[in-house]
């Protein structure tokens, strides 16, 4: 069984540039969630993909935005990077059946740095 | 909005210690607790998964209880290592299957 990736491991962009990140769900997963986690503090839900449809977003702005293939991966693309967006950016998969919860695998990250 | 609060934000102990992390929510609607943990520059790795049904969840060394009505929640740790030292995270699951995170407690075991 192949856990979830992410690439790249790190980046360094420059503000005003756009970046999009990469994730890849565990096999049999059909649902993806983003997180972004800044330095010191505990991750921030940005929003969740299922069967290729955003199924709930946190309290980021418009320009991060997402995507979910038919294959369940996905990217994150975040516009007009800024120096606050500087952060652990974490993908985790789950597989979703119906109504309720269930558990969440995250990957190991892609650090990003805004210059 | 669903707050979730850990105590403390760090921990230095020796080698050896009991030793416990707590955890509080403000929404006791949650489908279920997880408690994580993360290496520096890392990302999370799962410990334990409590359902909001079930009151505690063991794995080796690791205990983890709920109380779902208070909004509280513990990590027990036996016979601490310095293996140990992370950063440990606990989260809740809401509505929408989104899961919210505290800010987490820094955990230093001494050889």
């Known amino acids: 069984e192949t856990g979830v990736t992410q690439s790249p491991t790190h980046l360094i962009k420059t503000r005003g540039q756009q970046v999009t990140l990469r994730c890849s769900s565990q096999?049999?997963?059909?649902?993806v969630s983003w997180y972004q986690q800044a330095l010191g503090q505990g991750p921030q839900f940005i929003f969740q993909?299922?069967?290729?449809?955003?199924?709930g977003r946190g309290n980021f702005p418009p320009r991060f935005s997402g995507l979910q293939f038919p294959n369940y991966s996905s990217e994150l693309n975040v516009n007009a990077l800024e120096l606050d967006d500087s952060a652990l950016y974490l993908c985790?998969?789950?597989?979703?059946?119906?109504?309720?919860?269930?558990?969440?695998?995250f990957g190991p990250g892609t650090r990003l740095t805004v210059l | 909005k669903q707050e979730v609060t850990q105590i403390p934000a760090a921990l230095s102990v020796p080698e050896g210690e009991n030793l416990v992390l707590n955890c509080s929510f403000t929404?006791?609607?949650?489908?279920?607790l997880q408690w994580f943990r993360q290496d520096p520059g890392k990302g999370l790795t799962s410990l334990l998964l409590?359902?909001?049904?079930?009151r505690e969840q063991t794995s080796g060394r690791l205990n983890a209880s709920l109380d779902k009505s208070s909004g509280r929640s513990t990590l027990y740790i036996a016979a601490s290592q310095p293996g140990d030292s992370a950063t440990y995270l606990c989260?809740?699951?809401?509505?929408?299957?989104?899961?919210?995170f505290g800010g987490g407690t820094r955990l230093m075991v001494k050889p």
């Open positions: 993909y299922y069967r290729e449809e955003e199924n």
């Open positions: 409590i359902q909001s049904s079930q």
């Open positions: 989260a809740v699951t809401g509505a929408g299957n989104m899961l919210t």
């Open positions: 929404d006791s609607a949650i489908y279920n």
């Open positions: 096999s049999g997963h059909n649902t």
């Open positions: 985790a998969s789950s597989l979703t059946r119906g109504a309720g919860a269930s558990e969440q695998f």
